[in-house]
């Protein structure tokens, strides 16, 4: 697998698995964002970048970003116990009953369209012959699943970071404009003051140790807890 410049072929696998057209319904999903609009907490084009800045230094960047690295480096060695040990982790950092079945059910999406691909491991949800440890979780979440197709299109792992966040900045501006009044010209101007940002928290992923990594958005979890009861909604969570 490449570890540099991508490929041709990488580059564009990496646009199939970052495109909002994935079907994988990545868009019915605010991530607590929707909670927050309902409660005041984001009103506006200037908190809205706020709370996406917030989120992409004390979460994206301790959390998924790193991990995604680690499962990377696992699949590369072929070592199904630490990929089962870093998708448990990140199961475990979830912390409302929404952000555990959208990262659940997002991975199982991810996984039928991989399987239909014919990118799943051959091995998947069986022992390998050289370990009695599957490479795969039988219910792996999205983040391991990203992971495990990023390494199968040769994607280097910097790239896989880039693109993952990439993936999750767009979905939370389509959640926005859909439900804010918030035009798509200011979307592009939040892109364009974030760009930066993230870049950066690609760059503190992968210089945190084990024992650094973790989420601390506790008025994200708050959000999320209080839209499991919110009247009106138009996403699941």
């Not at 084009?45 to 995604?68: A, F, R, T, Y």
């Not at 799943?120 to 391991?144: F, I, M, R």
Request: net charge negative.
């Amino acid at each position: 697998m490449p570890t540099e410049q991508p490929s041709d072929l990488a580059l564009l696998g990496l646009m199939q698995l970052v495109s909002p057209a994935l079907p994988i319904g990545a868009f019915a999903f605010s991530q607590g964002l929707e909670s927050a609009f309902e409660l005041g907490w984001v009103s506006d084009e200037p908190s809205l970048s706020q709370w996406l800045s917030g989120v992409l230094e004390d979460g994206i960047s301790c959390c998924e970003l790193p991990l995604i690295e680690r499962l990377y480096r696992a699949f590369e060695q072929q070592d199904g116990t630490a990929v089962s040990k870093w998708d448990d982790w990140l199961a475990a950092t979830r912390e409302t009953a929404e952000l555990a079945a959208e990262d659940s059910r997002l991975g199982a999406s991810l996984k039928r369209l991989l399987g239909s691909l014919d990118l799943l491991p051959k091995n998947e949800g069986l022992p390998s012959e050289d370990s009695l440890t599957p490479l795969l979780p039988v219910q792996a979440g999205y983040v391991t699943l990203f992971a495990w197709a990023a390494y199968q299109r040769g994607i280097p792992v910097r790239q896989a970071q880039l693109g993952f966040g990439w993936a999750w900045l767009e979905n939370q501006l389509a959640v926005a404009c859909k439900a804010l009044p918030l035009g798509h010209t200011a979307a592009q101007r939040i892109i364009e003051q974030l760009r930066g940002e993230l870049v950066n928290a690609v760059e503190k992923a992968q210089r945190l140790d084990d024992d650094e990594l973790g989420p601390a958005l506790p008025g994200l979890a708050l959000a999320s807890a209080l839209h499991e009861t919110q009247y009106s909604r138009l996403f699941r969570s």
